[in-house]
């Protein structure tokens, strides 16, 4: 049997912990603690120091550079809008494309990363539409600064920025974008490449059309939304003027057509037309080709850019008969119901003048020699007005001056000086039947708005003003409107037009319950100013003779067809103008009348001229 085991037994004793009795610390100690402190804050001090009065100025300046924004202005131009506000000429924000090949990085990309070109331009070219090998080649070996493509749209270029790669870079223009292509060109011009203005309303308007734009800086948030802080009052707010033109989007679209159309069937070298207000100069279209579309100024000839209508000179022939007519009645040389004997041929001074169809016409009264366009017939009439009381009148009526127009280029005629005018018998002769002397169509066509609104001379002009928000100067024309022939004369002159259209050479232009008045020509023209190789051929309309607004002008260049007159060749063009004008103007139908009361209408011919 195993004896127990004893247990020890616990001492009862406990250990006693060790105390250390408390001293008080050296001050030695103290003094480094308060020293090391001090230090500490009189460095804390001296830097807050140095930075607010030495840097201070440094450090605002980036701080601002990281809070705000400096906005600078793009060069905008004014919208050109037509008389119904459709555009005609708008500034587009473009963009222009830029590499910088050592920076190429995509988003989450460690840090040191360079992409290469291949993997750029992979994404790049779907949506630029090019294959990538016309991007490659345009980096090359260069490491920045690249130009890879130009005229991007704002949605190309959300999608570009939408891929976050470092190392492209976005540059917004504006570009001038015509709309209406060449429907207006002759008139609006066009802007080259640097934004310089090269023709038209755009070089001749150019001052007007310079948008309002002024820098102005920021303030952003943290999220880089603006703050109102700093914001002057007009900061935010855009220059929206428009130059708002005289001219309609709709008539000039029929009447280029209906032009063209001619030019092309005549085989023509050019053609004009010209729709103007009679009462106020304002001029509803003004039509020219061959055109040119200015969105691609630079793949067409550089003489398309002149506008014929107001920079070449032609003689206006039998167009400017009424004109003479006009002048001879209020000189008192012819009346009312006078005649005038055209036997077919004149002499004067040596010279055979004779009528276009070299027939002899007899007795005629006044009506009838606009009928038969007798050329005859005016040398005798304007034979009974002194040499130099003619020239006082031509003078008068501005033949060699610049019409006072806003239409840019815009020349004057020419007109013999008065000693030769008075001393050579052929030149008043050739004169009668307007030749001699050279005026521009739009020249031409402010004559007959004479004749049409009462004798008043009134200016033509395409501006009409400018519609905005903010206030800008119209720099427009004093518009002329002065009295220069008795509304008793134009009167008279009016109801001949209108024989014309109704018994002459003007018949294909007579419109169902309208009472038209209007004049064809067909002038000899010279290329070197001695041998008379070609004609125009042209003709003025105007409507309503009852109570007259407008006239139309057709003027056609050198047709190669034969029988090639106004009123085979311009005549139709300014019917199918007047028909669109009705509708368009809402120009009511004449009232029955009897014009031709009191006139000999005892003749009836067939007339080409």
Same mark, same amino acid.
């Given at each position: ?22 001293? #008080? ?17 009189? @460095? ?62 995509? #988003? ?47 949605? /190309? ?21 015509? #709309? ?44 880089? /939304? ?8 007009? @900061? ?48 509803? @279209? ?61 002499? !004067? ?15 005629? /009264? ?20 002194? %040499? ?37 018998? $052929?030149?008043? %002769? ?8 050279? $005026? ?45 022939? @008795? ?14 259209? *109704? ?53 056609? *260049? ?12 311009? !005549? ?14 809402? $120009?009511?139908?004449?009232? #029955? ?5 009191? !006139? ?10």
């Amino acid at each position: 049997m195993i004896a127990p085991r004893k247990r020890k037994r616990r001492s009862t004793k406990t250990k006693r912990k060790k105390v250390i009795p408390l001293e #008080p610390i050296p001050s030695s100690r103290l003094k480094l603690v308060f020293s090391i402190l001090t230090f500490i804050l009189i @460095s804390l001090l001296g830097r807050l120091a140095w930075l607010q009065l030495y840097k201070g100025s440094v450090l605002e300046s980036k701080a601002r550079d990281y809070q705000t924004k400096r906005i600078h202005p793009l060069g905008t131009r004014r919208p050109i809008v037509d008389r119904r506000g459709k555009l005609l000429a708008i500034d587009e924000t473009q963009y222009r494309l830029y590499a910088h090949p050592s920076q190429f990085r995509f #988003p989450g990309d460690v840090r040191g990363l360079i992409r290469t070109p291949d993997e750029v331009v992979e994404k790049l070219s779907p949506i630029l539409s090019v294959p990538p090998s016309f991007l490659l080649k345009k980096i090359g070996n260069s490491s920045t600064g690249v130009k890879l493509v130009e005229s991007l749209s704002p949605e /190309t270029a959300r999608e570009i920025k939408a891929f976050r790669i470092n190392g492209l870079d976005l540059e917004p223009y504006p570009q001038r974008f015509y #709309p209406q292509k060449d429907l207006f060109a002759n008139v609006l011009g066009f802007l080259d490449y640097d934004r310089n203005p090269q023709a038209g309303l755009e070089l001749s308007r150019n001052k007007d059309l310079v948008s309002i734009e002024k820098s102005h800086t920021l303030r952003l948030g943290r999220d880089g /939304t603006p703050l109102p802080a700093g914001l002057k009052a007009g @900061s935010l707010v855009k220059d929206n003027s428009r130059l708002s033109l005289t001219l309609d989007a709709r008539l000039q679209e029929v009447v280029l057509s209906a032009l063209k159309f001619q030019v092309r069937e005549w085989q023509a070298k050019k053609g004009v037309a010209i729709v103007m207000d009679v009462n106020n100069g304002e001029i509803l @279209s003004l039509a020219s080709t061959p055109s040119y579309d200015p969105n691609f100024y630079w793949k067409y000839n550089s003489g398309l850019f002149k506008e014929w209508s107001v920079e070449t000179l032609f003689e206006p022939g039998s167009t400017f008969k009424p004109i003479n007519l006009a002048l001879a009645l209020e000189e008192g040389v012819i009346s009312k119901e006078g005649s005038v004997m055209d036997s077919g041929v004149v002499n !004067v001074g040596g010279w055979s003048l004779k009528n276009w169809n070299e027939k002899a016409n007899g007795e005629i /009264t006044f009506a009838e020699v606009l009928q038969v366009s007798s050329n005859v017939g005016m040398v005798n009439i304007m034979q009974k007005m002194r %040499a130099s009381s003619y020239w006082e009148w031509l003078k008068k009526l501005g033949i060699d001056e610049s019409p006072n127009t806003d239409l840019p280029g815009a020349i004057s005629g020419q007109l013999k000086n008065k000693d030769v005018f008075t001393s050579q018998p $052929i030149e008043p %002769a050739v004169a009668a039947f307007g030749q001699g002397f050279s $005026i521009t169509p739009i020249k031409l066509v402010q004559l007959h708005a004479l004749i049409a609104n009462g004798g008043r001379i009134v200016s033509p002009h395409i501006t009409k003003d400018f519609t905005n928000l903010i206030q800008a100067q119209d720099g427009g024309i004093q518009i002329d409107d002065s009295q220069i022939i @008795s509304s008793e004369t134009t009167n008279i002159v009016l109801a001949w037009l209108e024989s014309v259209v *109704d018994k002459g050479s003007g018949r294909g232009a007579k419109i169902e319950s309208y009472r038209i008045g209007g004049k064809t020509g067909t002038a000899d023209k010279s290329e070197d100013g001695k041998s008379y190789s070609s004609k125009i051929c042209s003709f003025v309309a105007i409507l309503p003779v009852d109570n007259p607004r407008f006239v139309v002008a057709v003027v056609i *260049d050198d047709p190669r067809k034969a029988y090639a007159y106004g009123s085979t060749v311009a !005549v139709p063009v300014a019917k199918k103008i007047m028909e669109t004008l009705i509708i368009l103007e809402k $120009i009511p139908p004449s009232e #029955p009348f009897d014009v031709f009361q009191g !006139v000999n209408t005892k003749t009836s011919r067939s007339f080409e001229e």
